[in-house]
């Protein structure tokens, strides 16, 4: 999904929120502990998700309409491969990872940034210009 950039100002204010892990010009990732406490309200509360992201200090408006029902959407999908439509506990369970997978999941995803970096080199080499 291609989000609206967020300002300067935006991103400063986003990343003074206790409950964002790191935002970019595009992305904004939040804690687990949002994840789970907007789960909760959502499911929980039935709470609609600009309610939600308001009681839990979010500007929902600053993120905008298409990245909320994006972050809803994603949690859902995680709740529903965790086990179906139990409540918060269900998700917050799904995210525990022994040692061994959290080590697999690093070494995945180190491997993916190097083959994105040689891709990366490749076009620079190539002569060609790389978007930030």
């Not at 500007?59 to 859902?76: N, P």
Request: net charge positive.
């Amino acid at each position: 999904m291609n989000y609206k950039k967020f300002t300067e100002e935006e991103i400063q204010q986003l990343r003074g929120n206790k409950y964002v892990h790191s935002v970019g010009e595009r992305h904004v990732f939040f804690t687990e502990e949002f994840k789970r406490l907007y789960w909760e309200l959502y499911t929980g509360e039935n709470l609609i998700p600009c309610e939600a992201m308001r009681r839990l200090g979010m500007d929902y408006h600053l993120l905008g309409r298409s990245r909320v029902r994006g972050f809803t959407y994603g949690l859902k999908q995680r709740h529903e491969r965790a086990g179906g439509n139990h409540g918060a506990e269900k998700c917050k369970q799904s995210v525990k990872q022994t040692p061994q997978e959290e080590l697999e999941k690093l070494r995945a995803e180190n491997k993916y940034l190097k083959q994105e970096l040689e891709f990366v080199k490749k076009i620079v080499a190539a002569g060609g210009k790389v978007k930030r």
